[in-house]
């Protein structure tokens, strides 16, 4: 049974900073990207980040580039969002997804629509306010 389970949500004051864990289990890590979406009340589901799958290469939205960051550990079949200098604006529940690549590439028009991805999580609220 495929899962991604989202960790590490909850209620952070401006300026702080979370991480959030994505651990996978059912299919072979190695060969997936995997992205994290996020979605505000009345908004669309929107992308903030995909890492590429075995190694390195990354995608960030524009709204959270310079303070969010995504790893990966394979040993541990896990990914995470280091969230830095949060904003009120980043309060969503956020969501991880798994993308079946071929390639160590990523794609712009794979990496963004939510109907690309095989795979999601239950997803982990993030509230930041004062």
């Known amino acids: 049974e495929v899962q991604l389970v989202e960790s590490g949500g909850d209620l952070v004051q401006p300026g702080g900073s979370l991480r959030l864990s994505c651990a996978t289990s059912?299919?072979?890590?190695?060969?997936?990207?995997i992205g994290w979406f996020r979605q505000a009340p009345g908004k669309e589901r929107e992308v903030v980040s995909c890492?590429?799958?075995?190694?390195?290469?990354?995608f960030y939205a524009d709204a959270v580039k310079g303070r969010f960051t995504t790893t990966r550990d394979s040993a541990k079949n896990t990914v995470y969002l280091q969230m830095d200098s949060l904003t009120p604006e980043d309060t969503a529940v956020y969501y991880c997804?798994?993308?079946?690549?071929?390639?160590?590439?990523?794609?712009?028009?794979?990496?963004?629509?939510?109907?690309?991805?095989?795979?999601w999580g239950q997803g982990t609220q993030v509230t930041v306010s004062s």
């Open positions: 890492i590429s799958r075995r190694d390195g290469l990354t």
């Open positions: 997804a798994a993308q079946r690549y071929y390639s160590d590439a990523l794609y712009y028009t794979r990496v963004i629509f939510p109907s690309k991805y095989d795979y």
């Open positions: 059912g299919f072979t890590f190695d060969d997936y990207a």
